[in-house]
């Protein structure tokens, strides 16, 4: 049996196992077995991480500067991109997501942080032209206080990256949960937090499950913010929980992506759109693009293509360089992922390709697709969170905008079409927070991203997030001589 590895939270710069000892195991998704224990934080732990954090708003993290803020940044993304190897190998054993796309996404992510780091310095108020006399008008920004963060075990540094950015370039503190699912690699990043000259208490990375780690967590009357990656359920929790402090929520949720092709996009374009977009990953991202449209005088060609294509992908060991898609996370997801394939058959969908687990050891399902009759099969709005495709054919534009609104999701949309004016009305129809035109899941640090409807409300990335991690001051200053007047001076 291969050696169980073991560890620690970071809290106020030190290691620290659960205050009661309490762990839990994390299971390698590519062959089942336990690979790693982790701390069970308890209220206690939440509470020292929290009080750490609050202590160092007025430590030496306020002494410095903006600009010496952005060099700890600049710094620390330095190190993520010399540590993407280890790092990505380490996100593959315990996710079972493809080394090639967890190192790649370590090395890019360092752009996220080098982007803030160079924001640091650029956040400014304002002088306002007052409507009163001698008076001198003008705002501050200034860091909100504690941020809890909290993200899943997918894209796990990518989502902590557009948290710890903004929110330590704008001076506030954070503590970091990471998914019980997969927390490991964000544990393994803490190590660089001290090394790139941030201050002890600055981030602190806790793990735990929702109750209590999540609960005392979001509840807790120290914390001013929760910037929040995960699923509806986890949300509602969280929103419940902030009327105990009052704190600002932002919440970024799954999503049921529809990805739209007329008849005079790019075929071989949006095939290979349409397969990245759905497969890559296991199908595991918020983003996954997993309600296909076509229209019907396409559809037939384009489906050969993509079954073709879908057979033909190689799973297997995602520490590999031959493997194309490797397992899911959770014994969970594929149960699920079996339950709703079964219910799609009965409700009349037709399976084209996949539809089951290959025979092999480990967390691993089929890629799949599944053609749909009808709009309201529970596939079609339900986010399976894995490699499974619903396909629908339309006729008219009309019907393809009102097909890709009724959901109660709205994260992103893709849209493939060679008419500009056609695909510049579809941006303005559909209901999502990302719309991709003749691409599909990119992101860069300078682009907001988040959703709206189901899929939450708040954005990261870009230049803004940084202002929504502060908070304006407006001060006034009398600039006359004169004594203010007494109202109680008798007339």
């Not at 969170?385 to 890709?404: H, I, M, N, Y």
């Not at 899929?455 to 230049?463: N, Q």
């Amino acid at each position: 049996m291969a050696k169980v590895e073991t560890y620690a939270m970071l809290i106020d710069g030190k290691w620290q196992p659960a205050s009661d000892g309490a762990t839990f195991d994390s299971i390698n998704p590519a062959d089942g077995e336990v690979w790693s224990r982790i701390p069970e934080a308890t209220e206690q732990n939440v509470n020292e991480a929290v009080e750490a954090a609050n202590r160092a708003l007025s430590g030496p993290w306020a002494d410095m500067t903006p600009t010496q803020r952005g060099k700890c940044l600049r710094k620390l993304g330095d190190l993520l991109a010399e540590n993407s190897e280890q790092l990505g190998r380490l996100e593959t054993r315990d996710t079972g997501k493809m080394f090639k796309e967890t190192a790649w996404q370590a090395t890019y992510i360092a752009e996220f942080l080098q982007f803030y780091a160079g924001a640091a310095d650029k956040i400014h108020g304002e002088t306002l032209p007052i409507d009163k006399p001698d008076m001198f008008v003008f705002t501050n920004r200034e860091p909100l206080g504690v941020v809890a963060a909290i993200v899943p075990w997918n894209s796990q540094l990518f989502l902590s990256a557009v948290k710890i950015g903004p929110a330590l370039a704008a001076g506030n503190t954070i503590v970091l949960k990471a998914s019980e699912h997969a927390s490991a690699p964000l544990l393994e990043f803490g190590r660089l937090i001290a090394q790139a000259g941030i201050p002890d208490g600055v981030v602190n990375i806790i793990t735990g499950h929702g109750d209590p780690c999540g609960r005392a967590l979001t509840s807790h009357p120290l914390v001013a913010r929760v910037a929040f990656t995960g699923g509806p359920q986890s949300a509602r929790h969280i929103v419940r929980n902030s009327a105990e402090n009052f704190a600002e929520v932002s919440l970024e949720l799954g999503g049921k992506s529809p990805f739209i092709v007329f008849d005079d996009a790019n075929i071989e374009s949006a095939v290979n759109g349409s397969v990245a977009g759905i497969f890559a990953a296991a199908g595991q991202s918020c983003v996954a693009g997993s309600r296909l449209y076509l229209h019907e005088d396409i559809a037939d060609g384009f489906l050969e293509k993509m079954v073709a294509i879908a057979g033909n992908i190689a799973i297997g060991d995602p520490q590999a360089d031959e493997t194309e898609m490797g397992p899911l996370c959770t014994e969970a997801q594929l149960e699920h992922i079996e339950q709703q394939v079964a219910l799609a058959r009965e409700e009349g969908g037709t399976v084209l390709t996949g539809g089951k687990r290959p025979d092999m050891d480990g967390l691993y399902f089929e890629p799949t697709i599944i053609e749909c009759p009808h709009q309201d099969m529970t596939i079609v709005d339900t986010e399976l969170f894995g490699p499974v495709l619903s396909v629908q054919r339309f006729k008219t534009e009309d019907e393809v905008v009102a097909l890709a609104n009724d959901t109660v999701h709205g994260l992103a949309a893709g849209i493939f079409t060679r008419d500009s004016a056609r695909a510049l009305r579809m941006t303005r129809k559909i209901r999502a927070g990302i719309v991709w035109v003749n691409t599909y899941r990119v992101i860069s640090p300078i682009a907001e991203f988040g959703g709206m409807k189901n899929s939450g409300y708040g954005r990261e990335s870009g230049f803004q997030a940084i202002y929504d991690f502060t908070r304006p001051k407006t001060v006034w200053m009398n600039l006359s001589d004169d004594p203010i007047a007494n109202p109680f001076k008798p007339r």
